[in-house]
C-alpha cells in the first residue's frame, strides 16, 4: 500500500514539471533572447515576434550595432 501511494505521489510531481519547449525563445540570429525584462548583463535591442522585448549581452550590441559610415 506505500507503494502505491509513493507511485502516485511521485506521477503527480512528475505531471507538474514545466516541458523543455518552456525555455526563452531566441532572437536576434540566435544571439538574443526573448523576455519580458532584461538582466542588468543585457540591453533590448528590439521586440519579438511576440511583443517580448529582444535582449542581448551587452558586447553582442556594441559589435552588432555598428554601422559603417560612408566618407
Not at 10 to 31: A, I, M, N
Request: aromatic letters at 8%.
Amino acid at each position: 500500500m506505500a507503494q502505491l501511494l509513493l507511485l502516485i505521489v511521485s506521477l503527480l510531481v512528475l505531471g507538474h514539471v514545466p516541458p523543455g519547449g518552456s525555455e526563452f525563445k531566441r532572437c536576434w540570429k540566435g544571439q538574443g533572447a526573448c523576455r519580458t525584462y532584461c538582466t542588468r548583463q543585457e540591453t533590448y535591442m528590439h521586440l519579438c515576434p511576440d511583443g517580448s522585448l529582444c535582449c542581448l549581452p551587452y558586447g553582442l550590441k556594441s559589435s552588432a550595432s555598428v554601422k559603417p559610415e560612408n566618407v
